[in-house]
Every structure is written in C-alpha cells, then in structure tokens.
C-alpha cells in the first residue's frame, strides 16, 4: 500500500482485505438506493441506475441490491482510504452476483466519523468508472 500527500490528509491506495471498521453496522438508507442508484430520474445517479437495472435490480429488489453493498463493505477490498474533513472515507471494491445471475465488480464508497460509528454508504459504481 503506498502513501502519497493529499491536501485533506492522508491518502492511501493499495489493497487490503481488511473490512472496513463496523461494516457489519453499515447503514445504507431505502432513500439512496430507490432515490439515487435505481433512480433513471436523478441528475447524478441515473447513469448508475442504468448499469444496476441492466443487471436485474429493480425498486423491488432495492432491499436485494442493499445487501449485496453491505457485503462488499464487509467481504470487499478497501482500494482507497483518506482522512477528509467528513470523516474517514473508505473505497470498497466487490463482486455481487446479481439478480440476472451475472457478476459484477462494483467499487462502493463509505465514510465514517472521526470518532468511529457505523460506516454510511455514499455511492457506488461500476469498477473502471469514476464515482
């Protein structure tokens, strides 16, 4: 894992197969997955919805695609982790068999305070893109 100078903190990439602190406690709101990642309507978020809809999820299998993001914080490889001014952010990448039963590498994104608490789920995307 190498260490490079970032100007929140700092920056390191590299993998581990450590989870994420609390990953058992990850919290990822109903919001976030129906209203963000499925969302073909969110100016941010329908590019995201697309690639998972592709894939069989659906606002019924939110609960599904939910799952299958707490496993990668608690099963995944941190590729990234920084010190910011939110609070610990941790890059997760992990592969989820989907409803379609095909398998996708998908990079989430968690934060956690500075004083620890269960990671909060901020976004994920397919590996090879960019949040």
Known sequence: MSKRAHLSGTFIVGTTSMPIPDAERALITGEK???????????????????FRSHGYSDDSAQVLAADLRRIASEGQV?????????????VEGSILTP?????????V???????????????YPKGEHK
């Open 33 to 51: 997955i129906t209203g963000y990642l499925l969302s073909l309507n969110h100016p941010v978020g329908r590019a995201k919805a697309k690639f």
């Open 79 to 91: 590729v990234e982790q920084e010190n910011t001014a939110y609070g610990m952010k941790y890059v």
């Open 100 to 108: 379609r039963e095909t398998t996708i590498v998908v990079r989430t």
């Open 110 to 124: 968690w934060f956690t305070d500075r004083e620890g608490g269960e990671p909060r789920f901020v976004t994920a």
